[in-house]
């Protein structure tokens, strides 16, 4: 079955510092892997996805993850971060068999002032 | 845009009532979900419709059923509602199943409490 890993309950930084959060998968075949943010009592936004091509994916606010197939992680980054960054981020994977979306734990990045 | 519109956002139930969430997606999306949403366990699939007329069990269907209404709407109902139910749901919708890799669309969520 395909899974993800979110090894980090919390992620804690400094604005202005560059950020990651990480995410390494679990997947038979292809991985089609996705990255979503949530803010207090909000539903889920989409950050970016990786399906194929270029290994570094950039998304919405900056957001950019790179997609390491030897090491079988999909890291989320941002060069420089903001405060308003703070919020709750979910790595998910394709379950290609039945169409959904498998999510991780999550992982709280706190970005300080 | 409206997106994927889910209702009620809150609602407190007593144990053994029974509600229906509602859930409406305006994208023509093909694909719609049930998700929960609990402390330290991510997002967990309830069911899920593949396509209009179908529905299957995801990972922790019990004590719920759904219904999908039509191509826009996916309902889910608590027949009984027990304290484990207390949780966030969330709907969500992507265009095709057949075509790898659709974006999954999430409403805003309803929180639930059963006492």
């Known amino acids: 079955a395909q899974s993800v890993a979110q090894p980090e309950d919390q992620v804690n930084v400094a604005e202005g510092n560059p950020l990651t959060v990480k995410c390494t998968y679990s997947?038979?075949?292809?991985?089609?892997l996705f990255w979503y943010v949530q803010y207090p009592n909000r539903g889920l936004q989409f950050l970016l996805k990786y399906i194929t091509g270029d290994n570094l994916v950039k998304g919405s606010y900056g957001f950019e993850a790179e997609f390491n197939k030897s090491q079988t992680s999909f890291h989320l980054k941002k060069p420089s971060a903001l405060v308003s960054d703070s919020a709750l981020y979910f790595c998910?994977?394709?379950?290609?068999?039945?169409?959904?979306?498998?999510f991780g734990t999550g992982t709280r990045l706190l970005v300080s002032p | 845009n409206a997106g994927v519109t889910q209702t009620p956002k809150f609602q407190v139930l007593k144990t053994g009532q029974s509600m229906t969430l509602q859930c409406a997606q305006d994208?023509?999306?093909?694909?719609m979900y049930w998700y929960r949403q609990d402390p330290g366990m991510g997002l967990r699939l309830i069911y899920y419709?593949?396509?209009?007329?179908?529905?299957d069990k995801g990972e922790v269907p019990n004590g719920y059923n759904v219904s999908r209404l039509n191509k826009r709407e996916f309902s889910l109902r608590l027949e009984s509602a027990a304290p484990s139910q207390t949780s966030v749901y969330f709907c969500?919708?992507?265009?095709?199943?057949?075509?790898?890799?659709?974006?999954?669309?999430f409403g805003e969520g309803s929180w639930l409490t059963v006492v």
């Open positions: 998910a994977v394709r379950d290609i068999g039945f169409q959904k979306l498998v």
């Open positions: 994208m023509n999306h093909n694909s």
């Open positions: 969500a919708s992507s265009e095709n199943r057949v075509v790898a890799g659709n974006t999954i669309y």
């Open positions: 997947v038979s075949g292809n991985p089609y």
């Open positions: 419709s593949a396509s209009e007329g179908t529905t």
